[in-house]
């Protein structure tokens, strides 16, 4: 029972992975589960034996994305960095996930979803509201933590901050791929800093 049970947890992984791979090696096209099952070596039969539908298989990828980079967003909130340092880690988190597994980029972008459910782009939505609220959160825990405050209402400020890295995140679609989210990322953010966050009673500062 164990090796079944772990037989179908791997093939499941397989299903996901080789959809993941196809996202990225056709950019702009509309993925079918034929072609998928093609892909895998099964039959369409088979994939429905794994995921009633496409959209399961979409809401998989998707699960997948926001355990891994929730889970290290996690890991940057419990750090000794300033609340600041924290931001920019949570944004060049989600930069540098894009920029290595462009087949979820189009995910996040939207681009793969086209045509598919919407309760799809909902969960897509709420994963950005979710990094959103947690910049936000990070923002005003600045004031009275590192004595940084910004210099728009941190509401204002998190969604510039995640309307930038939404931004990258289609140019890279819409490239296909050749500019990459993190190009001129570790120039910009000083910068953004610099116009955004101001330590009390004091110049802008750069961090």
Known sequence: MADREQNKH???EQILQALAQMLEV???QRITTAALAREVGVSEAALYRHFPSKARMFEGLIGFI???LFSRIRLITQSSAT???QCEQIL???LAFVEKNPGM???LGGDALSGETERLRVQVNQLFERMETQLKQLMREAELTDGIRTLIPPTACANLLMS????RIRQFVRS???RRPTEHWPEQWPKLAESLFKRQATAPVTL
């Open 66 to 68: 926001e355990e891994t």
């Open 105 to 107: 980029a189009r995910i």
């Open 92 to 94: 060049t988190l989600l």
């Open 26 to 28: 056709n950019p702009g």
């Open 164 to 167: 930038v890295a939404e931004g």
């Open 83 to 85: 609340r600041v340092r």
């Open 10 to 12: 791997s093939r499941r």
């Open 176 to 178: 296909e791929f050749k």
